[in-house]
C-alpha cells in the first residue's frame, strides 16, 4: 500500500524555488527575441507558463503513482522510447532543427524522444538490476546485458546526433550501477573502454573535433565554434557578484544563442551575478542530496535504485549544461533541468521528480 507521509518538503522546496527561477529567467532572457520574432516579448513566457502548468500536473500525477506499479510498464515504455528515436530519421515525421534530427512533429507542437527514453531507461534499468541484486558482480551474465542494451539506446540517440544526452544516459547508468554493486574493477576496464570510444567518435566526425578544439581555444574561431563560449563567458564576466540586475542583460540581444534554452545560465550569472548562480547550484545540490538520501530510504531494491537513476540524471545534466556554460566543456545541447525553456524537457523532468518526490515518502 502507498504510505500517506508527506513527501520530502526539502526535496520539493528545492524544485519549486528552481522552476521558479526558471519562470523568471525564461521571461527575462526571451523578451527581446519574443519581440522581434513575434512582436511580442512575452510570446516564449507565456508558452513557458503553459509548459510550467502542464508540468505540474504530471508532477502531482506522478507524485500519487505507487513505484511498484511502474514496473508492469518497463517493457512497453522501453519500446515506445526506441520506436520514437527510430521515428526522428523518418523523412515527413522527424524535424530537423540545427541540423540534429531530434524531434517529432505533431502539428504545430514537438517532442523530443530522447526525454521519454532517459525516464524509460532509468526504469528498465532499476527493475533489471533489482531482478537478482547478486548478478550485477558477475560481468558476463550480469553487467554485460544491461551494457548492450545502454550501447543500443546510446548509439539511436548518436545517430541523431545527440552527444549530450548521450553523455547524461552513461552517467546516471554509471551511478545506478555503483548502487546496484557493481565491481569497481569492471566499472574502471568500462569507463577506460567508454573514453577510448568517445575519443574516436569525436575523431571520426568533423564537426564534433571542431567543437573539441573551439573548447580549447575558443577565440581561434571566435566568429565560429567558439563564439557560444565566448559569448556565454562575456555573460557570465560582467555579472560579477551581485549582476546587473534582473532584465538588464546584455548578451540577450541576440549575442548568445540559445539564451534561453541551452544557455540559460549565462543570463543567470550575467542578471544575478555570482550569487544568482552560486544559489542555483545549491539548490542543485540540495535536491541531490534529498534524492540520494530519498534512495536509501526506500522500502525495496528497485524503489531505490529509481531513486538514484531520477536523481542522478538530474544531477548529470545540470553540470554538464553549467560545465558548458561555464567553457569547462565542449558545447553541446543538452538543456538545464527546471530552467531552461522547453516544453518535452521540463514535462518528463517533473514526471521524474514526481515519482522521487513519492519515493521520498517511506
Known sequence: MRSRRRPDMILLGSILALLTIGIVMVYSSSAVKGY???NDPLHYFKLEIMWVAISLAAMFFSMRIDPQFLRRWVKPAL???????????????????NGADRWIGLGPLSIQPSEVIKLAMILVMAHILALDPRKITFFRKGLLPVLGLLALVAGLIMLQPDLGTTLALIGTSFFMLIAAGA???HLSALAGAGLGLMVAAIAAAPYRMRRILAFLDPWADPSGKGF????????LGPGGLFG????????????????????????????LGFVGATLVIMLFFLLVWRGYKAAMGANDAFTGLLAVGLTSIIAVQAMINIGVVSGV??????????????????????????????????
Open 36 to 38: 522581434l520574432q513575434f
Open 329 to 362: 566543456l565542449p558545447v553541446t545541447g543538452i538543456t538545464l533541468p527546471f530552467l531552461s525553456y522547453g516544453g518535452t524537457s521540463l514535462i518528463f523532468t517533473m514526471l521524474g521528480a514526481g515519482v522521487l518526490l513519492n519515493i521520498s515518502r517511506q
Open 183 to 185: 565491481r569497481v574493477r
Open 244 to 271: 546587473l540586475g534582473l532584465g538588464q542583460s546584455r548578451q540577450k540581444f541576440l549575442y548568445l544563442p540559445e539564451n534561453h534554452t541551452d544557455f540559460i545560465f549565462a543570463m543567470i550569472g550575467e542578471e
Open 79 to 97: 519500446y515506445l522510447a526506441i520506436v520514437l528515436l527510430i521515428l526522428v530519421k523518418v523523412p515527413g515525421i522527424g524535424r530537423r532543427v
Open 228 to 235: 557560444q563560449t565566448i559569448q556565454a563567458l562575456l555573460a
